[in-house]
């Protein structure tokens, strides 16, 4: 069985080699769920902060 074949509703247990495979699936689809997400969200803040630093300086004139 292999991981490419293994079904999670696959009534036979994955063997050790599949289940880590998986884990390390999952693992990676993590890390760059949460790499897009903080890339994200520094875009998100120095947006916000262009804003205020263009605001400021409409304020000052």
């Known amino acids: 069985m292999s991981i490419d ?19 390390e699936k999952v693992a990676q689809a993590a890390r760059e769920s949460k790499a897009k997400a903080e890339a994200e969200k520094r875009r998100r803040l120095q947006t916000v902060a262009d804003e205020i630093k263009e605001w400021k300086r409409k304020v000052a004139i």
Not at 5 to 23: R, W
């Open 5 to 23: 074949t293994y079904k999670l509703t696959s009534t036979e247990e994955p063997s050790d080699e599949v289940l880590q495979a998986l884990m």
